[in-house]
């Protein structure tokens, strides 16, 4: 099972009735080996564009990100992508754009719970998974790593902060929301299970002399 899954359910709290969406948990190793593309930037621009999508309209946030570093390059190269516009810069090698699940029309016009959504000036760590439309945040907000520098005790930290997600470990626990990594140690797990999970390319055949 991916981690695609997720359903929407109605927790209840002491003083009143509170909405989230409860997915399983994503330890980093299945992040990686599940996303198209994985990289380190900074938010630049918000936007939002409109899309046909299941039978409904859409208006889908739009994140742009100048790239820090490419953690996980995509390998298929980003597909075409109807939403992008002369804004999202898809065509830049420093730049990529980010859709987000946002909001639905018509209808209440409330977010989508435990979304990954991004602001203006924020350094995140992103793994990302490709569509037909451009690429998504991979498990929700489960995969978007926010970057504080000058942390005590961790330097430069990488925290996931679950708004709006229950996300449950295989024993059905609830997990610790805000749950934060140094970044150099969340580069090396993402470098190695990246080798470890890479595929495998067959050399030249070695041909064995055969006696005249």
Known sequence: MGLACALTLVIAGQASDAQATVMRWAP????????????HGTVVGIGTRTLW????LHAVEVAELRILGELKPDLNGPSGDPLAG??????SAD???VLQTGFR???????VLGAAHYRIGEEVVVFLRQDHFGYRTLAMSQGKFRIQHGVPGLGIRATR????LLALD???????????INLESLEFLIQNFSRLNAPVVPGPAHVVPTAP
């Open 170 to 180: 295989r024993a059905g626990q609830a997990v610790e929301n805000g749950q934060a």
């Open 105 to 111: 029309i018509p209808g209440s016009g409330g977010a």
């Open 86 to 91: 002369p804004s999202t810069h898809l065509g």
């Open 28 to 39: 980093v190793e299945e992040l990686v080996q599940e996303a198209d593309r994985i990289v």
């Open 53 to 56: 999508e299941d039978g409904d």
């Open 95 to 97: 730049r990529v754009a």
């Open 161 to 164: 902060q679950l708004q709006g």
